[in-house]
């Protein structure tokens, strides 16, 4: 399929963009460590998964529509992913702060997707995360005057943002094979896990999201718009032959 080639066209341009000054220290005060530093453990933790199990969904679900090439668009978001994980990892041994082997945010979506194999449930739990750490990762931006920390922090907002687009199209292709009642379930469901995402994001680093600059209703307002923006542009357009795939190529300079 067109698509995902154009994807892998995209992750390949994205992979030679150099946004982190690594030649830049860590510039940040200790009582601004103890609000985000939790969080940026967890995070890190949670960017460094191997992506065995997305993939072997992905497998599943490529033979089934026959397209090969999306195996290697999903592997090379994995990597994009892992580069956040090392990106953080690299910022916490900067700080001298440690690197964390267990969270319970992390341990619970490992135990969901160890067993599952639905890409389309991948996709919807992908876009759900996804929209929260582009909240998560502006608060964290705000939270310091760590330059350092704002370039990583920027370098992950701009791949997410084609990250949610990447989902939201798969999530249009695999709606649009629903009959009219599935479609219907699914629609309630999706919201469901949406905004129930949404608010264990916002309880497990509401520090972060606080010293950003928002309140529980600003970052609630900041979710339904991306819900609107993901989701239900998805359902709305989910006849993917008027889906027009947001691949855009990077030319970002910060």
Known sequence: MKSSSLWIDHFKANAREQRVNWNLSPAIVPKDIKKILPSIQAWQLGETSDG???????????????????????ELFIKEEQKHGSNLGRYLDSIGAQRIKSNWGDTLFRKIRHFNTSMEIWTLAVIAVESAAQVFYQSL???????LLKQICTDILIDESYHIDFQTERCAMLFDTKSVWQKEVSSRMYRLFFFGTAATVWLAHKNVFKAGGNTFASYTRKMKYKYIKTIKKAIA??????????????????
């Open 141 to 147: 931006k705000e939270a310091t005057g760590c330059t």
């Open 52 to 74: 065995t199990h997305l993939l072997r969904a992905a497998c599943f679900y490529s033979i089934k529509i026959g397209d090969s090439a999306y195996v290697e668009a999903v």
């Open 237 to 254: 357009h989910s006849d993917v032959k008027g889906f027009v795939p947001q691949v855009r190529y990077i030319n970002h300079k910060l």
